[in-house]
């Protein structure tokens, strides 16, 4: 059922990019915070029509949010769902979106702006964080933690914590859960995404400590975790290139001076192979890229670059990963990139290839912005 399935418009035009021409529309104009939801796997609709968002009632006092679901086309915004725990999560541009209200496991439908309630996890193992949901919603993956008296939030995810995690596949059918993989020895976290197009294999990510420094590692395994091999390290944002076999991420750039390493003066984008295949650099001098999400065919990325910490500017540049060659669609998204990742600009595409999905926050509030990508644009990358 839906709450009211009523819309409204909030959004606003925006002078169009002066570096690219393109259109820019904030979807959303909330007092609060709302913000896209970054990740490899988009929750939005395979018409490249709708997108989702979270608004948070009170991001500092209150655990609740506000599922919302934005028309690019209309411009209208639509609440579906006011009582969201969690961070939600679907299958690529799949149009729905899979949460917890509560304890109990909720199914969103952004065609439909409807909900179901699925099931109660209050006796499923502690959850972390939602993760991924397999291509055909069959699997929802989530980690989950074990309980440690100790553990304060300001000792999780640093190299003292006792935390450990465990990854844990629900059966949205047989509404059983199993766990799938355990890690090995104390992480910082442990994350896992399916592949976005046939959900055959699950691409399982540790923040692994060497000494103070907390370095990023991804390993593919079976649709039941087992036989997982080491695909790339030292990667801080990585993503599947469609079902191209191949991932694209970053290696680590120096997060005191903002810059790239020495070892590194060409930059850190690279592409990563599920056969071995040593990584290949996609050069990128005068930028730094920080996150990266991938087009569904897996042949464009787009990264938010860190020219600067602050005050900016922060562009958004869209990457072809065959031929190398990159080109700014936003030249500064307007994010202000202090403190956490909602005030970074977490782009993404839509399914149809048509907008690419942001951050920003220039008046003091993070909304959800979209950029048209211009006639043209992709073809001059190739």
């Not at 608004?55 to 969201?84: G, N, Q, W």
């Not at 702006?113 to 996890?121: K, V």
């Not at 020895?185 to 399916?194: D, F, I, M, P």
Request: with cysteine; glycine share 8%.
């Amino acid at each position: 059922m839906a709450i009211n399935n009523v819309w409204a418009k909030e959004a606003r035009d925006f002078p169009p990019d002066p570096v690219s021409g393109a259109k820019i529309v904030r979807l959303s104009g909330s007092s609060i915070r709302t913000e896209n939801m970054y990740c490899d796997a988009p929750r939005a609709t395979r018409d490249g029509k709708r997108v989702a968002s979270l608004r948070y009632v009170d991001y500092l006092l209150s655990p609740a949010k506000a599922l919302m679901c934005h028309d690019v086309e209309t411009k209208f915004t639509c609440l579906i769902d006011r009582d969201v725990t969690g961070w939600p999560v679907g299958p690529a541009w799949g149009g729905s979106v899979y949460y917890l209200s509560g304890t109990i496991l909720k199914r969103a439908s952004l065609d439909t702006c409807t909900t179901e309630p699925l099931m109660d996890m209050a006796r499923f193992p502690r959850c972390w964080q939602f993760m991924s949901v397999s291509p055909d919603e069959r699997y929802l993956l989530y980690c989950a933690t074990e309980d440690s008296s100790e553990e304060t939030p300001f000792t999780v995810n640093s190299p003292t914590s006792s935390q450990t995690y465990s990854l844990i596949r629900v059966d949205l059918r047989e509404k059983t859960w199993k766990s799938l993989y355990d890690c090995p020895g104390k992480t910082g976290r442990l994350g896992a995404s399916y592949n976005p197009v046939t959900g055959g294999e699950i691409l399982i990510s540790m923040a692994v400590w060497e000494g103070k420094a907390r370095q990023g590692v991804g390993m593919l395994a079976d649709t039941m975790g087992r036989n997982a091999r080491e695909v790339f390290r030292r990667t801080h944002h990585f993503c599947w290139l469609g079902n191209t076999g191949r991932f694209a991420g970053m290696v680590d750039f120096d997060y005191e001076k903002v810059a790239h390493r020495p070892e590194n003066p060409d930059g850190e984008l690279h592409v990563f192979s599920t056969n071995g295949t040593p990584p290949r650099l996609i050069p990128a001098r005068e930028h730094l890229f920080y996150h990266i999400s991938s087009s569904p065919c897996g042949s464009y990325v787009v990264c938010e670059s860190l020219e600067t910490l602050l005050p900016g500017p922060w562009p958004i540049v869209v990457v072809n990963v065959e031929s190398g060659k990159h080109r700014v669609l936003i030249r500064d998204s307007g994010c202000s990139s202090g403190g956490d990742a909602g005030r970074q600009a977490n782009p993404y595409f839509t399914a149809d290839m048509r907008h690419v999905i942001y951050n920003a926050d220039p008046d003091g509030v993070v909304n959800v912005f979209a950029a048209e990508i211009p006639q043209g644009f992709l073809e001059s990358l190739k």
